[in-house]
């Protein structure tokens, strides 16, 4: 009723040994991940810049991209330059989005037990926060 199987698996041709597969280590994949989650919030954070600029933003969008560099091993992070055309996002949605972006950060930097990045993300998420609040939300 059924015709056996008269090849091999691709899977286990393909791979000759278990050293054919590029690996990487634990710690070199949380690099990875702590870096695109740091390039997506330096990306919010130059759109925040562009709608409601304060040196607050200039300064975390320096450290951001510092930190970016040095975990993709010198390389600096693509920046974009402010959006055109469309429309803009409020204030407040991208400052909630960077807040989600930093909590992200935040719990890889410390399951990397990376302080410098989980200190920046926590006090980027501080500042994220600070900026949902009514009162400050009134001023942008």
Do not use: C, N, W
């Not at 989650?37 to 709608?51: F, K, N, Y």
């Not at 803009?88 to 950060?105: I, Q, V, W």
């Not at 935040?106 to 926590?122: F, N, P």
């Amino acid at each position: 009723m059924y015709e056996p199987i008269r090849t091999k698996s691709v899977h286990s041709t393909m791979a000759r040994t278990p050293d054919d597969f590029p690996h990487r280590t634990r710690e070199e994949e949380l690099d990875i991940q702590l870096a695109g989650h740091l390039a997506a919030l330096l990306a919010v954070t130059d759109e925040l810049r562009a709608v409601a600029p304060t040196a607050d933003l200039d300064t975390a969008a320096e450290r951001l991209a510092e930190q970016v560099a040095r975990l993709r091993g010198g390389r600096p992070p693509a920046r974009a330059a402010a959006p055109t055309g469309g429309r803009e996002p409020s204030a407040a949605a991208l400052h909630r989005r960077a807040h989600a972006l930093a909590g992200r950060a935040l719990v890889v930097a410390a399951s990397r037990a990376d302080t410098s990045a989980a200190i920046l993300a926590a006090e980027r998420m501080d500042a994220h926060t600070a900026a949902l609040q009514p009162r400050a939300l009134a001023s942008h």
